[in-house]
């Protein structure tokens, strides 16, 4: 009989199950530690309905960018509240209808010390794709919402061509996933801005984090705090 494996596997060839992606593949721990949480937490995360994820109600709306970088406008801001830590999983961006003016530049930073939401904007649609146990989402994402004047800690920046025409092999992005885990322990907040000269660039956009209550995140970790 065939060793049971804890992650999904493939088809059966020639008698042996084949895995149909290394993603999912436990870390092996060398040295003795703690385990690394790996796709079986995820796979617990999107069990227990704690993966969410965000972008415009209306499938083809869009949003805008800024023309110049001013710390207090963000594009997209992710506030996370105290009692809550959150775990950004992705963020897809992708030029549609009115490109940038110039080259875009696209900074996303991230403040652990606190969140920096200040006012406004739009709360744009949270969606848990979990039926049930349907949780209800602590953290929200804004659109066009004004931010604090301090600054956090760049996380990651790139500039890109404001040509979206795929005719002429045009990266359709970016499309961001940390490098490694980032605990959004609230308050916090992850910030997003995009900007190029005379015309902001306009957005295809979608998002995703994970939520755990703050006091449980040792728990669910396997961890525990020194």
Known sequence: MSERLPYPTGDTTNGQEVQ????????????????????????????EGRIFMAADADENDMVTGQ???????PT??????????????????????????GPVDVVIEINTD????ASGGTSEKVYNPRK?????NKASLYSGATGGSGYGMRLWAA??????????GAVQGPFWKPE???LLEGPASLSVFTYAGVTGPTWLWATGWIEIPTADLG????LSQA
């Open 180 to 182: 490694f885990p980032i």
């Open 219 to 222: 728990k669910y970790l396997g």
């Open 20 to 47: 149909l992606t290394r993603a999912l593949e436990a870390i092996p721990v060398t040295g003795g530690g703690y385990p690394v949480p790996t796709a079986d937490f995820l796979w617990r995360m999107a069990y």
């Open 114 to 117: 606190k969140s920096d939401y």
């Open 76 to 101: 997209f801001l992710l506030h996370v509240p105290a009692g809550t830590t959150a775990i950004p999983l992705y963020f897809n961006l992708s030029q549609s209808g009115t490109v940038g003016g």
């Open 67 to 73: 023309t110049s970088f001013v710390a207090t406008t």
């Open 159 to 168: 500039t890109i061509g404001q040509d979206v025409s795929p005719a002429e």
């Open 132 to 136: 049930a146990p349907k949780l209800t």
